[in-house]
């Protein structure tokens, strides 16, 4: 079955900076498009970036100029840089890609979710 890795979590202190990344659980899976998703304890799931099959990227405002999606020249993973942390960000990420083989398109998968933790 088709599985999504998440890594790249964890606690750093406000201002620091994390690398997510997201990767298929077999090299023979490559990334279309994909996005970054979000959930802090009592709040809703919310989009915080997203990543065209095309490369264009979106971004919530909450994170314009501190998060950067991209996606490796092989396609094989979708990463979430994000730089000047705040305590506010902490949350559990969710990678969400729409993934296919060489001859066929699998569909849409999530991740399994990494913990990021914003504190002094």
């Known amino acids: 079955q088709v599985q999504l890795v998440e890594s790249g979590g964890g606690l750093v202190q406000p201002g620091g900076s994390l690398r997510l990344s997201c990767a298929a659980s077999r090299n023979i899976f490559s990334i279309d498009a994909g996005g970054w998703y979000r959930q802090a304890p009592g709040k809703q799931r919310e989009l915080v970036a997203y990543l065209t099959s095309g490369g264009v990227t979106n971004y919530a405002d909450s994170v314009k100029g501190r998060f950067t999606i991209s996606r490796d020249n092989a396609k094989t993973a979708v990463y979430l840089q994000m730089n000047n942390l705040k305590p506010e960000d902490t949350a559990v990420y969710y990678c969400?890609?729409?993934?296919?083989?060489?001859?066929?398109?699998?569909?849409?998968?999530w991740g399994q979710g990494t913990q990021v933790t914003v504190s002094s």
């Open positions: 969400n890609v729409d993934l296919r083989t060489i001859s066929t398109i699998l569909g849409n998968y």
